[in-house]
């Protein structure tokens, strides 16, 4: 290594304070978006290239550069979404969040011809602005350039490939291999649109499902998870569990009632007004029961899963399917646990009180 790129190593090393205030700036910023955005990304890291990285960059192309404020990838960060239109979401945040050179930064996912092979991401170089950062004492923290890169989870495992392979380019590439690049190329990208159609397609579908159940429309909306959901959101368990909290002045605490579907399920419900008609039809009964179960009782709270879970009893009882399927019930909600054996007697107890069930009848007598 000449004398010049010998002066360019010396600054690396005695910035290395600047680079790491830089990388926790970058990765607070980006994390922010992550937040404001409110979506699951696949992941956002950094890193700060090591002294041998840089060595090996400056043998090859030190000639490029004057000073170290020329190399524009010493700090580098990474953000990767599963859906394309996250990319676009992102780079919007920081071209506005970020100083952007946008002579060196580059969108490779519009570079290559239609005969080319590439699956790349939208890479910036950026400087931090005074504005979201600025410290007299080391005011090279707003003049060194950085990079970041996003990009899909297909773009970056595409990108791994290239990397394993050794091949970044047509140019590279032996013809005999080229042809086959092309095909897997495409393939991703034609997946990551399909994802992204997909998702929103989906989202349409939830949405409309949503609108449905507030409008009280429940004939032909299947019992699935998307319909479930909307329907726990529209409080349909909602007023049985209020007025069972009635009983006892008892306060109502949120608990996943998820479990529940795959009960409703196995009862033969295929639709939302099936199951709907189910809680109608069965919440005098369920309140009846919860009387009889908390009343005396120092209970103070009750959660979400409380009236459901007293229409399942009362349901399971009045279809003569005894207190092993209580048990089975209870397991199902809440794992299997030791005490759910003792529970399902006690309930059967309170249902046999209620003549839900006739003594006798009971498939453990």
């Known amino acids: 290594m000449d004398l010049h790129c010998e002066m360019i190593m010396e600054q690396y090393r005695q910035m290395q304070t600047t680079f790491s205030k830089m990388q926790d700036i970058i990765m607070k910023e980006l994390h922010q978006y992550v937040r404001y955005f409110g979506t699951i990304v696949n992941s956002v890291e950094s890193r700060i290239k090591t002294e041998k990285s840089l060595a090996g960059k400056l043998e090859l192309k030190g000639y490029k550069y004057q000073s170290i404020f020329d190399i524009t990838d010493i700090v580098g960060a990474r953000v990767v979404t599963f859906y394309m239109d996250e990319v676009d979401k992102y780079a919007a945040k920081v071209e506005s969040s970020f100083d952007i050179d946008w002579e060196n930064s580059i969108d490779k996912r519009k570079m290559h011809n239609v005969d080319q092979f590439g699956y790349s991401s939208l890479h910036y170089i950026c400087r931090i602005p005074k504005e979201m950062y600025y410290d007299p004492n080391d005011e090279n923290i ?47 990208e034609i997946a990551d649109d399909s994802f992204c159609q997909l998702r929103n397609s989906i989202e349409d579908y939830r949405r409309r499902v949503r609108q449905i159940v507030r409008n009280g429309k429940l004939e032909d909306v299947e019992l699935n998870g998307d319909s479930y959901n909307a329907y726990i959101e529209n409080e349909g368990f909602g007023e049985l569990n209020k007025r069972i909290a009635t009983i006892g002045n008892m306060e109502i605490e949120e608990a996943s009632l998820s479990n529940f579907l795959m009960v409703f399920k196995s009862f033969g419900f295929k639709t939302l007004k099936q199951l709907d008609d189910f809680v109608r039809e069965y919440s005098d009964l369920a309140y009846e029961f919860a009387i009889r179960q908390f009343d005396g009782k120092d209970i103070d709270i009750i959660t979400t899963v409380t009236g459901p879970l007293a229409l399942c009893i009362v349901y399971i009882l009045s279809k003569d399917m005894g207190e092993n399927v209580v048990k089975i019930l209870l397991d199902t909600i809440y794992g299997q646990r030791k005490v759910n054996e003792r529970t399902a007697a006690r309930l059967t107890k309170i249902g046999r009180s209620m003549g839900l069930i006739k003594v006798g009848d009971d498939s453990d007598e």
């Open 142 to 188: 707003n003049k060194i350039k950085f990079e970041i890169q996003l990009r899909t989870t297909l773009q970056h495992s595409w990108a791994s490939i290239q990397h394993d392979t050794g091949y970044k380019s047509d140019i590279e590439i032996p013809k005999e291999y080229l042809r086959a690049f092309n095909r897997l190329a495409g393939l991703l």
